[in-house]
C-alpha cells in the first residue's frame, strides 16, 4: 500500500474555549501546536482563525496574519485554508483569508446542509466567554450555506485563478454526485481528494458500512481519478481513521475534530492525536507521507506559491 497522508485540522470553529483548556485559539498557541503537529508526522495544517480576544470564529485575514506566517517559518507543511469558516459567515468573508493568503490547499464544503452543534450545549460547564453558549444552542435553527454557485464561485476564484487544490469536504452521499457534476462541467481535475466527513448532526453518521459503500460510489463515479480521507467527530476520531487506512485511504485528525486522546482523557494537543495515529499506520506497514510527498501526490503548485 502507498503512503498515507495525515491532514492535521489545528482549531476549527466548532468547539468553544470552554471545552478543553489545550484548544488553542490564540495565534502564537494556533501557531506552535500547527508547527508541532508537522513534526510529529502531519503533512497538511487544516487551518481557522479565531479572534485572539475571546476565542471566537473569525474570517479576519489580519487574525490568519497573526500566525500564518510562523507557521510557513517553522515547518514545510502544506497549508491548507477553510472556506468553511463558520455556518454563521456569509460566503465573502469566509474567502477572505484564502483570497488574500492564496494557499496551496483549501477545504471546500459540497453542499449546503444543516449544521448543529447544540447538544454540545447540554453539558454543564463554566462559560468562558458570553458568546459561546448562545453560539452552541443557536445551531438547532442554523444552515450552512453552499449552492451550486457558491461551488462554483470558490472553484473558480481559489482555484481557476490561484492555483489551489482542494479537499472536497463530503457530509453526504449526494455531495459525491455535486462533486461529479462539477467534474464533469470541466471545473475539477485529476487527481483529487474527497475528505469523508462522519459524526456532524446535519451530515452522515460514523458508520463503517457507510465508508465501504461511499468508497464503492467513487470508485463508480470517479474511477482511479480520486484519493480519499476520512475525518469522524469526536469518540469515532480514530476508529473511523483506522479504518480507513485498512481501506488504503488517508487520515484526518485534530482538535476541531476531536478534544479527546482516549476516552475520558483529553487530548493536551495536535500532536498527541497525530502521533496516535501516526502509530497505527505504521503498525499496519503503511509509510506516513512527508509534505513534498503529499504535494506530488495531490498536485499542489507549492510553498513558493502561497502569498505568506
Known sequence: MGKTIITCAITGSIHTPSMSPYLPWKPADIAKQAIDAADAGAAILHLHARDPSDGRPSADPAHFAQFLPRIAAGCDAVINLSTGGSAIMSLEDRLQAALRFCPEMCSLNMGTMNFALYPMAEKPRDWLFDWEEPFLRGTDDL????????????????????????????????????????????????????QFVFGVLGGMGPDPDTLDYLITLADKLFGEDYMFSVLAAGRHQIPMATRASELGGHVRVGLEDNLMISRGVMARSNAEQVMQIREIIQGMGRGIATPDEARAMLGLKGADKVAV
Open 143 to 194: 444552515v450552512f450555506k453552499n449552492t451550486p454557485r457558491d461551488i462554483a464561485g470558490i472553484l473558480t476564484r481559489m482555484g481557476q485563478d490561484r492555483g489551489a487544490r482542494f479537499e472536497f469536504e463530503c457530509y453526504d452521499i449526494s455531495h459525491l454526485y455535486m462533486l461529479k457534476h462539477f467534474v464533469d462541467r470541466g471545473m475539477v481535475r485529476a487527481p483529487f481528494l474527497i
